[in-house]
């Protein structure tokens, strides 16, 4: 059985504030930790006003600080919007404050739209440099020399993991050339996962930070007393997705009994092909999903996300996924 983890994008749903989202992301963290998952993860978005993580160190301090062994990090920082030595600063605080304890996952997408992106200071262009910057990023953390003439403090000779994230074969080849674990994101970008899985385990070449290919992947999860409950609590995701699509980026909004009822078909199809990786229903039926997906994929670790409306839904969802895999 895999390691199983969680990403939490911290969703701000429609009748909520931000406050209260980064309260319920203490409240996921610490049931987590009860439950026994390995790893609380959490992602980079930018204007984005349902999602609450943009400030993704700074919440994974808060988080930290108010849990006492699971492991928290970056799902990710998206590097091409940080100069890499910043990164290595962030994240060398935030193991010094928590020590073995603090994961470093890099993404490629800026996470944001264009005019975002200018008012970071940053161009679309940068994102080809991703390769480069994270080998400057691993200069500065375990791979960095007493005579090296710039230092991150912290952050210097500090051994955190670093990870590659990738929804493509990129990000696949390049951790598989650096030697680092892996992780796809499959619960919005299903169809590349086979082949880059297949890619990073054949090109994986050994390194000082792994001796052998360290896979994961994320799967939507919605788990409830009843497969209509479930199916429910999946419609404020779909929402999110359709209104992204329709270029009205908004909070999450509340679910509904019939989501055909404000999708046309099109729409709906495009959302659920990139929701393929989802389980949904009462927990036997999850139980078959989360089964099929481990033995189709092989990975490592297992990475749960649950973009419910209701905080109590999502811990409900996450506590059955423990007792599933985890018990």
């Known amino acids: 059985m895999p390691q199983v983890s969680i990403l939490d994008l911290a969703p701000v749903p429609e009748s909520g504030t931000v406050a209260e989202s980064l309260k319920n992301a203490v409240s996921i963290a610490q049931a987590a930790e009860r ?3 390995h790893r609380y993860w959490m992602a980079e978005h930018h204007n984005m006003t349902g999602i609450a993580s943009a400030a993704t160190a700074i919440v994974l301090g808060h988080i930290a600080s108010r849990t006492q062994h699971i492991r928290v990090g970056s799902a990710g920082i998206m590097l091409p919007n940080h100069p890499p030595y910043i990164v290595a600063e962030q994240f060398g605080t935030l193991d010094a404050l928590y020590p ?19 008012a970071l200071r940053r161009s679309p262009n940068d994102a080809e440099q991703f390769p480069n910057d994270v080998q400057e990023l691993l ?3 375990a791979e960095a020399e007493d005579t090296d003439t710039i230092k991150a403090i912290p952050g210097f000779q500090q051994n955190i993991p670093v990870w590659i994230l990738g929804s493509s074969t990129f990000g696949a080849q390049l951790a598989a050339r650096l030697g680092l674990p892996y992780a796809f994101a499959s619960h919005f970008a299903p169809d590349h996962l086979s082949h880059a899985l297949t890619l990073y ?24 007393d009843t497969d ?3 199916r429910r609590m999946m419609t404020s995701m779909q929402q999110q997705f359709i209104n992204l699509r329709r270029g009205m980026p908004g909070r999450m909004q509340p679910p509904v009994e019939d989501i055909k009822a404000i999708a046309d078909p099109y729409e709906l199809a495009a959302v659920n092909h990139a929701l393929n990786f989802t389980a949904v229903g ?12 481990i033995e189709q994929t ?8 649950c973009n419910a409306y209701d905080i109590s839904d999502r811990l409900n969802s996450f506590k059955i996924g423990a007792e599933i895999l985890l018990n």
């Open 201 to 224: 385990r054949k090109q994986f070449k050994p390194s000082r930070y792994l001796d052998k290919p360290y896979a994961a992947a994320a799967l939507n999860l919605f788990a409830a």
């Open 282 to 293: 009462t927990k036997d039926t999850v139980a078959r999903h989360l089964t099929q997906f």
């Open 35 to 37: 439950w026994g998952y």
């Open 139 to 141: 200069g500065y953390l």
């Open 228 to 230: 209509r409950h479930a």
């Open 100 to 118: 073995n304890r603090v994961d470093l996952g890099l993404g490629r997408a800026p996470g944001t739209d264009g005019q975002t992106l200018r």
């Open 298 to 305: 092989q990975v490592d670790e297992l990475i749960l996300t």
